[in-house]
């Protein structure tokens, strides 16, 4: 039995000082400076990670989102908490199955959202828009209309 606490405790400390060591390294990035990526599924839009893997289960991740003035998501939900900042652009948010302006809220630089997993919502980028989008992973994403 103290062998196994033993055992327990040491691969602990070890996978501890092994997730400490490989974040020890900041990143730092700004729009200008991402590797963007097209998103297939929207014309126009484009994806550039920060940091993690929005795939990965269980981990933290952070990724840019560039869209054009015009550029729609239709409503959807996630199956995890979803995190947005608006870096640049002029953004509109809304709860619902519909895509409706005079129920969206518009926001610009500096505003954070937090959208509860399974709370179905839409996005319409008034201006070109850059945001940021964290969680935990996996990051999904289910439209309402298929």
Not at 52 to 72: E, Q, R, V
């Amino acid at each position: 039995m103290l062998l196994s606490r033993v055992f327990l405790t040491a691969v602990t400390c070890l996978a501890l000082s092994a997730a400490a060591a490989a974040s020890t390294t900041p990143v730092i990035l700004t729009p200008d400076t991402a590797q963007w990526q097209p998103v297939p599924q929207f014309k126009g839009w484009q994806t550039a990670t920060i940091v993690g893997n929005p795939d990965k289960a269980g981990a933290y991740y952070a990724y840019y989102l560039k869209t054009p003035a015009g550029g729609k998501a239709p409503p959807h939900f996630h199956k995890m908490t979803e995190n947005v900042t608006v870096v640049s652009g002029t953004v509109m948010f809304g709860i619902g199955d519909t895509i409706d302006a005079s129920k969206a809220k518009t926001f610009g630089p500096g505003t954070f959202v937090s959208i509860p997993a399974g709370v179905h919502h839409y996005a319409v980028a008034k201006t070109e828009m850059v945001i940021v989008v964290s969680g935990i992973g996996p990051d999904t994403t289910t439209f309402v209309h298929k």
